[in-house]
């Protein structure tokens, strides 16, 4: 077991590595510096999480499909937020009111779990509650990873509780631990995908309309997606689906949706947020049908290996940053080599003004390399035209951080 501690002080750190059982390994981060503004701390946790437990996993490689492993080989993320802190990380109108604020997210092979706590107030110099509940949550886990989700009520001493939980399908399981490399849902019809609320404790289920349709272990899809729009949907909104039905005008084909779960320089998405994704597009995509691919792709080299000869839909930010040679680490070589492998999958771009700063930018006023530029294909202003953006939606529900 990996346990990853943020926002603790060095004192605490020693006390809880004092009374940690055999077996965890601890490491320490005192500062939130390193957490990504503008991402809410429980689901930061939960990516932190989901990290460590495939770090745990490359210690077992397994190449049979659907093995089981070892509960030790978890991932246990423990974000503490201290008043002060909640103006950059935490949306202000959840804050705790000149308390301190716990986030603690686990993830296995088979379910992610995330507990928030409000701790109260801590007089200055006092260790933080914090310990105990992290202690606790550990003495939980190690006896059972059930236990520890199906439990809403344990007497801790602390109020304003939140738990959710969401056990992983075997596809996703495969996918989070590398032995898959896309899965496909089709979305669409009457049933929805559901977050309900049952006893206090939220427990993401899958309608069976939305459970993975079919997992692919090996590259490349055959036949592939005519069309794709790659995105992090987070959340997704009307532009994307308003990008769909322009692009199936122009391209006389179906569109798909595709989401990376892997990141270049982020943590992994966990099982909780894979739902929340999941749920939001069917919700959207609601009176029509659509497939939505969770691949392990974060870069678009990777996604034309997995889906030769496919129009990817982007925005004109987009088209910036692929010919960008900050993005090849200042290497413009690296950045053409990568172009003409997109190029030699016979993949494209469909390319959509977007708001860059203060005006709405086509790909007519971009300064793209000529290999670049050679892929892409134009969606003129008169036909599509949407200033909205999933960053700018996230900031607005959160009170503007």
Sequence with gaps: MI??????????????????????FVRTE???????????????????????AVHAWNEHIQNEPNVVMPRSSCGVAVVLCRPGDEAKWIDSNNAASGGQQLFLAVQT???SIQRGYRLGSVSPGSASPGVEVVLQAIDELCRSVEDLASQPAVAIGYDDREERSQPGPIAWQNLLGGRAVAVQHLLGGDDRCDLPNVGGVSH????????????????????????????????MHSGHLQMMRVAE??????????????????????????????????????????????????????????????VFLIGADTAVRLGDPRYYGNDPRARDQALDAIAEQGCRFLVFGRQLETRFVELSELALPPRLRGLCRAVPAAIFRADISSTELRQQSRGGV
Excluded at 30 to 52: I, K, N, V, Y
Aim: glycine share 6%; charged share 15%; proline share 12%.
């Design 204 to 235: 993401g289920l899958l309608s069976p309309a939305c459970m993975p349709r079919c997992m692919v272990r090996q590259l490349p899809l055959s036949p592939p997606p005519a069309a794709i729009l790659p995105g992090s949907f987070n959340p």
């Design 3 to 24: 346990l990853h501690l943020v926002g603790f002080h060095p004192s605490e750190q020693a006390a809880l590595g004092r009374r940690l059982p055999p077996g965890v």
């Design 30 to 52: 005192h500062a939130l510096a390193r957490l990504p503004q503008g991402f809410l701390l429980e689901s930061s946790a939960r990516r932190l999480a989901a990290g460590l």
């Design 249 to 310: 005008e122009l391209l006389n084909c179906p569109v798909s949706l595709e989401m990376a779960i892997t990141n270049v320089d982020k943590p992994p998405l966990d099982y909780i947020a894979m739902v929340e994704r999941l749920a939001a597009a069917q919700r959207l995509i609601s009176g029509r049908t659509a497939e939505m691919w969770f691949t392990r792709a974060p870069t678009f080299v990777e996604k034309s290996q997995l889906f030769p000869g496919t």
């Design 109 to 111: 092979q088979t379910i």
